[in-house]
């Protein structure tokens, strides 16, 4: 008999007992089971549920993203079947059936589904949440091929026969969403309308549609996210929201007119795929700061980065490291990408005058312990951040900035004072998002002498290849390769006497920070992202 998840957990150090007595008061209302809702409330993740569930039962965790649940697995199985166990069998490997399954005390579930299945049986445990969104998925997918779908409505255009652009744009939709894409870019060109997907950071071209479509497509996108169909001629915003693979997903959609029609992007703005810290890609050492500097009760922590550098995440994932049941988290946001139970999120709305300064001074008369600030991006909201760090509040927060130390300047641009600074900020997070090698077709390769120097690598490192499971890319999610600072006594009294960024570079030199490079060689070292990757974001 298994042991109460809340007791596995708290054993395990993962959660504490203050915790548990919240979710136990908490469910004197909801009536929901304690590991649904330590999970809805953020306290553990379906990740850790499952990891202990596994050392408890002695059945392996495995990832799923491991696995493409091949066609012969998923016709073993009836989609009802999985759908009620939380199963989901990817590969038949060897003669036996491989079978990710959430709950491995799960008996009845096990039994029955040996009665279906002639072969032998393995189970692994894996997320709840990672096995629904993955039944959905290739259930679907594999009744539905999309690229089938998409090929045969080219060719009917192509002959002149009718189609439903309604369908075509929900396929093109699914199919940025089967290849992990952000964005989806439907431009008319001479010849064709191309349509490309953003996939980690990178465009890649999928489909060349016949030219005629390009204004049924785009009309078809602006009813749906309730956009002027009759204007043409100037830019134009929009939104629509979708189901798909049974999840929720929203979009951002933009329009911008261009001398061979419009141009259409969608930005896919996704399910709440948050992430933790330790999954981000900082090593050990930066881990370690960066749980000092959120142990401060005050002072300003900045991540900086350019747009797209998976700062957001990051905050976020500092949130996760706060105890937000002792203390009272508000932020102020454009838009909220994450929602989090326990914590205030307010969205700019420069309608209703709701900005990053307006929503501060609002803050501060709500007894905040924790502020996250979206951005900070003009002198008023500078200010009022570092009053808010002063009076013992921590703030937590962006910059764009190109590094650690360019942080400094740029709050200095923003009119604060170098003895404010000095005695405010905490700590600077700088980083930027390197693909991560797929694993199904990186492949081991050895560098010649002279990279193997420049870069000390003493061993094998892998490359890029790309394959089906990747969209041929070769590269399959993102990591983060950061720098951090920590500042200290020495550190401040520099920034106080208001020093050059020489002097601080040279300061950081002389301590050994890990620049954002060196943290990108370590990444390629652990077989994780390739030299192609570095120096197409960090430069030769
Ligand atoms: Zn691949």
Redesign the pocket.
Known sequence: MPKRIGELLEENGIIDNEKIQYVLTIQKTVKKRVGDLLIELNFVTDRDVAKILSKQSGVPFKELYTYEPSKDALDAVPYNFSIQNDILPVAIENDTLMVAIADPYNERAKTMLGRFSSRPISFFVSPKSEISKNIEKFYYLAAHPIDEAINLIRENLLNNLAISVENLVNLLIESAIYNRSSDIHITPTEQTTLVSYRIDGVMHLFYALPPSIHTRIVSTVKIKSSMDIAKSNSPQDGSMSYEIFHEQYSFRVSTVPTIRGENLVIRILGGDNQIALHQIGFGERQLNMISKAIKSPFGIILVTGPTGSGKTTTLYALLQKINYIEKNVMTIEDPVEYKMSLIHQVAINEKAQVTFASAIRSFLRQDPDVMLIGEIRDEETAALATKAALTGHLVLSTLHTNDAVGAISRLSDLKIGSFLLSSSITAIIAQRLLRK??????KEYSVDDWTKKKHGITNMIYR?????????????GRVAASEIILIDNELRLLIAENRSPTDFYEYTGRKGVKTMRDSAIVLLKQGITDLAEIERVFGV
Do not use: N
């Open positions: 090698l797929c694993l199904f077709c990186k890029h290849i790309g394959c089906g499971k990747c969209a041929q890319t070769g590269y399959m």
